[in-house]
Nanobody
Framework: QVQLVESGGGLVQAGGSLRLSCSAS????????MGWHRQVPGNQRELVAM???????RYGDSVKGRFTISRDIRRNTVYLQMNALKPEDTAVYYC?????????WGEGTQVTVSS
């Protein structure tokens, strides 16, 4: 079982920055891809960014060039640095791991960007 806990969400003005953190309960990064997804009520959850076991990263089209995913293996933590935030980035952001063939999700953290 993997437990993921997100932090770092909040309210920020358009153009500002936030950094989200996701702490994992186990040393899973050597066997897991990690990702950030987001969801707005009434919409499907969408991929924001992911980092593979080998460190390769992938981003959703709407955040390319603004968001950066990274990980600290010693701290079992994945980060999402979000710059140049827009009101349309407002959502609940979820951390996800794909570990041993299973998806594990955190409970999410709210990000609100005011115009």
């Amino acid at each position: 079982q993997v437990q993921l806990v997100e932090s770092g969400g909040g309210l920020v003005q358009a153009g500002g920055s936030l950094r989200l953190s996701c702490s994992a309960s186990n040393r899973i990064f050597s066997v897991s891809s990690m990702g950030w997804h987001r969801q707005v009520p009434g919409n499907q959850r969408e991929l924001v960014a992911m980092i593979a076991v080998n460190g390769e990263t992938r981003y959703g089209d709407s955040v390319k060039g603004r968001f950066t995913i990274s990980r600290d293996i010693r701290r079992n933590t994945v980060y999402l640095q979000m710059n140049a935030l827009k009101p349309e980035d407002t959502a609940v952001y979820y951390c996800k791991s794909y570990t041993h063939g299973r998806d594990f999700w955190g409970e999410g953290t709210q990000v609100t960007v005011s115009s």
